[in-house]
């Protein structure tokens, strides 16, 4: 297999991943296409005339280098759906990417669960993702989304806060981060799960790539969960895609006066699965979970907080701080995990046990 064909019919006008794996279902391989005539390309009734000229006057053979160099030099991996690494149910989708770009690591088979939603989320749909994306998390269960504002970066970072992997599916390449304030977010998933995008490094993000990427994110995953959703939301394309591809689709309920609820309710309308509580985690994994209920086991530092929790009606962390401060314990993160786990929760300006 030679990468510099595969890349460069991937980047044909004309040729996208339905085409391309058209081309392959019928036994052409990219190395045939570009050893092919003129007549030869259109005998395979496939290719589009404006595709064919490109493919004979073999510039996007230069553009394939060019690419290949830029990755390179930015450490970002390429592999196509021949390759070993290649995510074995993105692979099975009816339109898979033929070629990928990554950034960080994607493992073959791992367990992944899409956690999508509105960039707009209500205090309800922000705590829900939290909650979601820590316990996949936690559960060694790795969180795929899509990097945008809200839903997603929430279920990105909860993730990364649960100690567990996470996949950002770009709309762009992954030299064009999108959008550029979520750089620190990028390189933080980079180091403890990946970036994937089907673009080459140097494509800027365009409205028409994002229905496109939503495919990668339920095409990875073999379950999705759409938090909030507004009428029109990007995640309802999502979920759109999960049920042609054959995954199961959550939705989280909401009150039915509230926009970002909407989509979500209209999903259990026909017939999405509802996720009304966290327990319904494990229906998504199809196994036991950990984390409900403050079964985990705590760590030294968030027994001793959850103590002063209990013995108070309503724990104000100020008033510990300079205690907390003399042991190297940072009073807001363990308040996150013990939140996040489901044991504390805020009241009146301050917490108290849940």
């Not at 595709?51 to 991996?77: Q, W």
């Not at 809200?150 to 770009?170: E, F, M, Y």
């Not at 990007?234 to 609820?261: C, D, H, M, W, Y």
């Not at 196994?287 to 403050?294: F, K, R, S, T, Y």
Request: hydrophobic residues 40%; neutral net charge; aromatic residues 6%.
């Amino acid at each position: 297999m030679s990468l510099r064909e595969w890349i460069a019919l991937s980047v044909v006008d004309g040729v996208g991943s339905i085409t391309f794996k058209k081309l392959l279902d019928k036994g052409i391989k990219p190395e045939d296409i570009f050893s092919s005539s003129k007549a030869e390309l259109k005998e395979t009734g496939i290719l589009r005339e404006s595709s064919i000229d490109e493919i004979i006057r073999k510039d996007v053979l230069n553009k394939a280098d060019r690419i290949i160099e830029d990755a390179e030099k930015n450490g970002i991996k390429i592999f196509t759906i021949e390759s070993r690494l290649y995510p074995f149910l993105l692979k099975n989708i009816p339109d898979p990417p033929p070629v990928l770009y990554v950034m960080g690591d994607i493992k073959s088979n791992e367990k992944c669960v899409g956690v999508v939603g509105t960039r707009n989320p209500s205090e309800y749909g922000k705590v829900v993702a939290e909650r979601i994306a820590f316990l996949l998390a936690l559960n060694g269960v790795a969180v795929v989304s899509g990097m945008a504002y809200g839903i997603d970066a929430i279920a990105h970072l909860s993730a990364l806060n649960g100690g567990g992997r996470t996949i950002a599916v770009l709309g762009s390449g992954l030299k064009r981060i999108y959008p550029e304030e979520h750089k620190n977010l990028f390189k933080r998933i980079c180091e403890n799960g990946a970036a994937i995008s089907e673009y080459p490094p140097d494509e800027e993000p365009h409205t028409s790539h994002f229905p496109q990427r939503n495919r990668i994110i339920s095409g990875i995953s073999s379950a999705v969960i759409v938090v909030e959703a507004g009428e029109k939301s990007g995640a309802l394309i999502t979920a759109k895609f999960a049920l042609e591809q054959g995954r199961e689709v959550f939705a989280v309920p909401g009150n039915i006066t509230s926009v970002q609820s909407k989509g979500t309710n209209r999903l259990i309308k026909e017939g999405a699965n509802p996720f009304i509580s966290f327990e319904d985690l494990s229906e998504v994994l199809g196994q036991p979970i950990m984390g409900i209920g403050g079964s985990e086991k705590l760590s030294e530092e968030e027994n001793y907080v959850l103590q002063f929790i209990k013995e108070a009606e309503i724990f104000y962390p100020e008033s510990i701080i300079p205690l907390l401060r003399e042991k190297g314990i940072n009073i807001y993160e363990i308040l996150t995990s013990l939140e996040l786990k489901g044991l504390i929760k805020k009241s009146k300006g301050g917490f108290r046990k849940a």
